[in-house]
């Protein structure tokens, strides 16, 4: 079945956007001749030009127009005209973040090609299931797949490379033990290694830990305030109800030392530390010296 010559990626989950625009690209075939504009400042007649003419060492052309929603919005009436009667040998794709069905270019589009859904699920748990069975060939049991979510969240493009590997180290099956196991992300990991490491009073290790690991990751610095943020509440969470505690599953062989380091701690010195860390969240988001600065700062103040 020949592909359709118009399509809309409608949504702002840059994984799903990718994945389809890869499933249009092998449905075209290995002789299409791609170009890739940018929405913002493609002009128009540039790219009817491209899809209007043929293309020199292929069979057709496959038009790619990223950040599409100005495009649409500055062309709105020839591009209407354009998806009404599209070209035979050429396919345009725009990637949107939007698309109101009851807009004209919609139903235009709708006609003549196919509209897209790039929006990520609202419940993650089921896509995660279908997801391991059919692109990764596991089964995942519903509270592993629960875990899964809580532990990455609704990063479509991590959860998938997180199932990936979970299909090569178990024999098919996913549960709980799985996932606990194998979904521990290196780098935060190290963060937890360095965090226990200062509240256990070893503040030189601790920050050899913080430096490498923002040379080898430059997104540590940011993810270190969320993550430290976690630990806190985890700390405080402990100390309120130890025998309640639910979060024993993250620690794992660490938790005789997560509990001493809390116990240690204390009700109001983690009060102080959820302060400071706001403090370093509001000043590094306001120019008010570097986050890998203020994160330093943070962890020898863990022990005062």
Same mark, same amino acid.
């Given at each position: 079945?020949?592909?359709?010559?118009?399509?809309? *990626?409608? $949504?702002? #989950? @840059?994984?799903?956007?990718?994945?389809? &625009?890869?499933? +249009?690209?092998?449905?075209?075939? /290995?002789? %299409?001749?791609?170009?890739d504009v940018d929405g913002e400042t493609?002009?128009?007649?540039?790219?009817?030009?491209?899809?209007?003419?043929?293309?020199?060492?292929?069979?057709?052309?496959?038009?790619?127009?990223?950040?599409?929603?100005?495009?649409?919005?500055?062309?709105?009436?020839?591009?209407?005209?354009?998806?009404?009667?599209?070209?035979?040998?050429?396919?345009?794709v725009l990637r949107l973040s939007s698309?109101?069905?009851?807009?004209?270019?919609?139903?235009?589009?709708?006609?003549?090609?196919?509209?897209?859904?790039?929006?990520?699920?609202?419940?993650?748990?089921?896509?995660?299931?279908?997801?391991?069975?059919?692109?990764?060939?596991?089964?995942?049991?519903?509270?592993?797949?629960?875990?899964?979510?809580? *532990?990455? $969240?609704? #990063? @479509?493009?991590?959860?998938?490379?997180? &199932?990936?590997? +979970?299909?090569?180290?178990?024999? /098919?099956? %996913?549960?709980?033990?799985?996932?606990?196991?194998?979904?521990?992300?290196?780098?935060?990991?190290q963060l937890f290694d360095m965090t226990?490491?200062?509240?256990?009073?070893?503040?030189?290790?601790?920050?050899?830990?913080?430096?490498?690991?923002?040379?080898?990751?430059?997104?540590?610095?940011?993810?270190?305030?969320?993550?430290?943020?976690?630990?806190?509440?985890?700390?405080?969470?402990?100390?309120?109800?130890?025998?309640?505690?639910?979060?024993?599953?993250?620690?794992?062989?660490?938790?005789?030392?997560?509990?001493?380091?809390?116990?240690?701690?204390?009700?109001?010195?983690?009060?102080?530390?959820?302060?400071?860390?706001?403090?370093?969240?509001?000043?590094?988001?306001?120019?008010?010296?570097?986050?890998?600065?203020?994160?330093?700062?943070?962890?020898?103040?863990?022990?005062?």
């Amino acid at each position: 079945m020949p592909l359709k010559p118009v399509h809309a *990626l409608v $949504g702002g #989950d @840059l994984f799903l956007q990718l994945e389809k &625009l890869s499933e +249009l690209l092998k449905a075209a075939g /290995g002789q %299409v001749q791609r170009i890739d504009v940018d929405g913002e400042t493609a002009q128009l007649g540039d790219v009817l030009d491209e899809l209007r003419s043929f293309a020199m060492f292929s069979a057709s052309k496959f038009v790619v127009v990223r950040d599409a929603d100005d495009f649409v919005s500055r062309f709105r009436e020839p591009l209407e005209e354009y998806c009404a009667q599209p070209s035979a040998s050429s396919v345009l794709v725009l990637r949107l973040s939007s698309l109101p069905k009851g807009q004209r270019i919609y139903k235009q589009i709708s006609a003549t090609g196919q509209v897209h859904d790039c929006e990520p699920p609202k419940n993650l748990t089921p896509w995660i299931i279908e997801r391991g069975k059919r692109i990764h060939k596991i089964t995942i049991k519903p509270d592993a797949a629960e875990l899964l979510k809580e *532990l990455i $969240g609704a #990063d @479509l493009g991590r959860l998938d490379n997180e &199932l990936a590997k +979970l299909a090569l180290v178990t024999s /098919g099956t %996913v549960d709980i033990q799985a996932v606990t196991g194998a979904v521990a992300f290196q780098r935060d990991q190290q963060l937890f290694d360095m965090t226990n490491e200062v509240a256990a009073g070893n503040t030189a290790h601790a920050l050899r830990r913080w430096r490498q690991l923002c040379q080898l990751d430059s997104s540590a610095e940011f993810r270190a305030v969320t993550w430290l943020g976690m630990w806190l509440e985890d700390v405080r969470t402990f100390l309120t109800s130890p025998s309640a505690f639910k979060n024993s599953w993250k620690y794992r062989d660490k938790l005789p030392l997560f509990k001493k380091t809390a116990t240690s701690l204390g009700p109001a010195s983690a009060s102080r530390l959820v302060e400071a860390l706001a403090e370093v969240d509001y000043r590094s988001k306001n120019g008010l010296g570097e986050m890998k600065d203020n994160v330093e700062r943070f962890l020898l103040s863990i022990n005062k």
